[in-house]
């Protein structure tokens, strides 16, 4: 279905290319009815290798390309996007990006309207495709108005309905809760196994994809692809999701496809493990920020419903819910970036009574998208810009941006960094004042699991520094590694809030890995796993 021939592309110039081309020599062949999943460090080369099977790779965005990508026997090289909308359907990262309509029904119907389908085709498909993802609901809805999951529902939705069949998907999961990311990848199974629809799919949180894939495409930076068997692939990459990082913490070679497998070795193998160690208790302190009834709404919707709310200098809180659970409208209204009622107080002061110069001084916050803070051609420049705009000596946002501890050059343009470089570069922006609460919305989607760590490291540095961090996220992994209290959102309140380590384990769908594979031991991370010498024949307790 799939073939790439002595692919070769790169970005730059034909000197440039010959040096150090984004893919080198590219042979793979992908069969009908295959789920292939891309996994490779950030910036080794994954989208460009999703882009080339329907053509936006060179025809869309420039470049230099040797040998041929053919699908369903057709050659990319002579066939633009346009030309094979038919055979292969994409979803981009930034569903928003890819909307031409307004509505949620009115973009499943577009892709259908170019390729001549009649009415009656076309009103059976978008039934059809609203009740299979789960979005029948959202119908009537504005797409500018739903968050950024359910976006990401529609635009998997409108390229579904359309019926390609090839459909190619860039992090379809990454904006999406842990129960839509199942709902998701069940639909798109369920048409792989049952329809023989042919999927590639490129994502960073493997824990969710991996049990499904049928083979892995691995991009170790180099401009090559390892393409074969998912569990010998996982076990030789330098992308690690956590049973990779247990099979080698426990000295296995292969790495269990799902939780299933590998809580079935660690019994099989009679594995005994020390309880979960405690986290450190902070020191009581004065609360940082007090909200009590706080309240958002947007005409009729009730975005948050008078949540009350106490949050402490020096910690690391998560904030989860399902997608549209109110935990940006909550972040939002933290900064007093929203009307809202009820009382809201930060670090003595409510921010929605303080011009925008002061709010900074107080709380924070770094949007879903954060490249979207960022607007001068280099670092350099967005860092001067911070300086003065914020009111703090020349050189501060550059040197917290060093103190992050993440290498980004000053001449570079922000948009020609990794993600996680970029988040480095909008977090030192907005530290520049040294707020008391800073606010992340969202701040894992793109980042690979090396800068996820290096994320966990950032934010503990700073909350041992005496700032109270926020971490809205569908991130688990992320979550039970980086927090050390949780709160869950459901319906514009708060259900459950306490220590990470209790809400995330007592939940079925919030629960890591480790904590499935161990139960009923309540582990949050492959580091915590100590494995006991048995005595005789012990049991998984």
Not at 298 to 312: E, K
Not at 329 to 343: F, Y
Not at 448 to 469: F, H, N, P, S
């Amino acid at each position: 279905m799939i073939d790439f021939d002595d692919v070769s592309f790169s970005y730059d110039s034909a000197e440039a290319a010959a040096a150090s081309p984004v893919l080198r020599e590219v042979n793979l062949h992908i069969d009908e009815g295959d789920l292939t999943l891309v996994v490779g460090r950030t910036g080794t080369g994954k989208s460009t290798l999703l882009g080339a099977i329907n053509g936006l790779v060179p025809h869309f965005t420039g470049g230099l390309l040797s040998g041929e990508v053919r699908v369903a026997g057709r050659s990319t090289r002579t066939n633009r996007p346009r030309d094979l909308a038919d055979v292969v359907g994409f979803v981009a990262q930034n569903p928003m990006q890819s909307f031409v309509t307004d509505r949620v029904e009115d973009e499943l119907a577009y892709g259908m309207e170019q390729l001549g389908l009649s009415p009656t085709a076309m009103r059976k498909r978008v039934e059809e495709t609203l009740d299979l993802m789960g979005i029948a609901g959202l119908r009537r809805r504005p797409l500018a108005d739903l968050s950024g999951g359910q976006q990401q529902r529609v635009a998997i939705a409108a390229v579904l309905a359309a019926q390609p069949r090839v459909v190619v998907l860039d992090e379809p999961t990454s904006a999406l809760d842990p129960t839509a990311a199942q709902d998701v990848l069940g639909a798109v199974t369920t048409l792989v196994h049952e329809v023989g629809l042919t999927v590639v799919l490129a994502e960073h949180r493997l824990e969710r994809v991996m049990q499904v894939a049928d083979q892995v495409a691995w991009l170790p930076g180099d401009g090559s692809v390892v393409l074969g068997p998912t569990a010998e692939v996982l076990a030789r990459c330098d992308v690690v999701p956590p049973l990779a990082a247990l099979a080698d913490r426990l000295g296995w070679r292969q790495v269990p496809g799902s939780v299933r497998d590998a809580r079935r070795r660690v019994q099989r193998e009679h594995i005994t493990v020390a309880d979960a160690p405690q986290r450190r208790e902070r020191p009581a302190s004065e609360p940082v920020a007090t909200m009590t009834g706080l309240g958002v709404r947007y005409g009729d919707v009730v975005a948050v419903d008078r949540v009350d709310l106490v949050l402490h200098p020096g910690t690391v809180v998560g904030l989860m819910g399902r997608n549209g659970a109110g935990k940006s409208s909550l972040m939002w209204a933290m900064q007093g970036a929203v009307p809202s009622s009820g009382d809201l107080l930060v670090a003595g002061s409510d921010p929605r009574s303080l011009p925008a110069n002061q709010v900074g001084r107080l709380v924070t916050l770094v949007p879903q998208s954060a490249g979207d803070l960022l607007y001068l051609p280099t670092v350099a420049a967005e860092c001067a810009q911070a300086d003065e705009e914020s009111g703090v000596p020349a050189g501060t946002t550059a040197a917290t941006l060093v103190r992050l501890g993440v290498a980004v050059p000053p001449d570079r343009h922000p948009r020609d960094l990794s993600e996680g470089q970029r988040l480095a570069l909008v977090l030192a922006i907005q530290l520049a004042t040294e707020p008391r609460v800073l606010l992340l919305d969202e701040p894992t989607r793109g980042l690979d699991y090396a800068m996820k760590a290096q994320l966990g490291a950032i934010v503990r540095r700073l909350a041992d520094e005496g700032t109270c961090v926020v971490i809205s996220t569908h991130d688990v992994e992320f979550a039970a590694a980086a927090t050390e209290r949780t709160i869950i959102m459901a319906d514009a309140e708060i259900v459950a809030d306490g220590a990470t380590r209790t809400v995330l384990t007592s939940s079925p769908a919030f629960s890591p890995q480790m904590a499935k594979v161990f139960h009923p031991r309540p582990l949050l991370s492959p580091a915590e796993v100590v494995r006991l010498p048995v005595a005789g024949r012990g049991e998984l307790a």
